[in-house]
């Protein structure tokens, strides 16, 4: 029991020697460092599954998980142990105000991936409606490079078959005339093989000749053609045949699929809305708690203590600086001091020579008289 208390209150931040004397405040922190640990429980199962979907790698997913989840950990007991109640509300939040929005920022990241477990179900069965999508627009962007020279090619295949249907019709239509003529069941009426028989018997035989010829020019264009048309519709066959049908499933695609559906029901959209809700309030709990809570014992032993330091510290800064002044002062002073003497003496020097220098002209001047 010692041993996870003592783990707790590590994990809250507090300072054992200070806490010792105020164990009123014990729970307090006990509370904290729990809600501290659990969140870092949270951030490894989170990374871990996210890296999971990428990696699919159950050694890489527990590493990576414990190595976030230990980062989290960290971070959030700095956050924590970082917050020092000053007295009033509004000067405590304005300090704690950027720890709360990292720790907004924190149960965003450690939410997601969680959201995406708990949906896993929906998740799956809309990323094989989504699966199907990318493939159907692959396979439209494939075709899509070949139809435009499919459909060049289906309709002179039309145009040819047109020809050729136009010289069938007008043949058959001259055969049918000549034979109504023969028997007398159209033209003329009169059931004879004559001349009007012979002349359109005639015109028959031009009309198959030219569909003849017809057929022996265009039949070779409409089978090239019909060619063509196979080989490009194989080739787009093939293509998508080469297609990569990977597993379609990663984060991203998971993060997408989980939108789509908050997108199309309320109801998946205001739970995974209260689920980040809920890590956020996990999250922001030990900031809360430590804001709103007055000051207690330990507070003021903490500010005490920390209140020692920065007075001491304030005397020593003090006593150098002011030693520091007072070396500058000696040694301007003295500098002073050296240069006043050094002119000094400089000017008795001149004053030596110049008067050395009168009394040298003077006797040469004696001298001369």
């Known amino acids: 029991m010692n041993n996870a208390k003592d783990f707790f209150l590590f994990c809250s931040g507090v300072d054992r020697t200070i806490l010792d004397q105020v164990p009123s405040d014990e729970n307090k922190y006990l509370g904290i460092g729990g809600t501290i640990f659990f969140t870092g429980v949270l951030a490894f ?11 699919d790698s159950y050694v890489m997913a527990v590493l990576f998980g414990v190595v976030w989840g230990l980062m989290i950990f ?22 704690a105000l950027p720890r709360i929005a990292m720790a907004v920022l924190l149960a965003l990241v450690i939410s997601k991936p969680l959201e995406l477990k708990i949906f896993e179900k929906e998740i799956n ?14 396979e439209d962007r494939i075709q899509a490079r070949f139809n435009d020279r499919i459909a060049a090619q289906e309709a002179e295949i039309a145009q040819l078959r047109g020809e050729l249907a136009a010289k069938t019709l007008a043949r058959d239509e001259a055969a049918a005339a000549a034979l109504a003529e023969a028997d007398g069941s159209g033209g003329s009426g009169i059931r004879n093989m004559g001349p009007i028989y012979r002349a359109k018997q005639a015109t028959a035989a031009q009309a198959q000749a030219e569909l003849v010829a017809t057929q022996a020019e265009l039949q070779p264009r409409i089978d090239a053609l019909l060619a063509e048309a196979a080989a490009l519709r194989s080739e787009v066959s093939s293509e998508i045949t080469g297609l990569q049908r990977s597993a379609y499933g990663g984060m991203a695609a998971r993060i997408d699929a989980l939108d789509r559906l908050g997108s199309r029901s309320n109801a998946i959209y205001l739970a995974s809305i209260f689920i980040m809700l809920l890590f956020i309030a996990i999250e922001t709990a030990p900031i809360f708690t430590k804001l709103i809570s007055p000051r207690s014992p330990y507070d003021h032993l903490l500010n005490e203590h920390e209140h020692v330091y920065e007075m001491a510290a304030k005397e020593s800064i003090t006593v150098r600086a002011n030693e520091v002044k007072n070396r500058l002062r000696t040694h301007t002073e003295v500098g002073i001091h050296q240069t006043t003497a050094d002119i000094a003496a400089k000017k008795a020097e001149i004053d030596h020579t110049l008067r050395q220098h009168r009394e040298s002209l003077g006797a040469r001047g004696y001298g001369l008289g």
């Not at 960290?74 to 300090?95: A, E, Q, T």
């Open 74 to 95: 960290n971070l959030d007991r700095y956050i924590v142990s970082s917050m020092k109640s000053k007295g009033g509300f509004f000067g405590n939040f304005m300090v």
């Open 125 to 138: 069965a809309e990323l094989i409606v989504m699966e199907q999508e990318t493939f159907k627009a692959q």
């Open 45 to 55: 199962i989170s990374a871990g599954y996210a890296l999971y979907t990428v990696f």
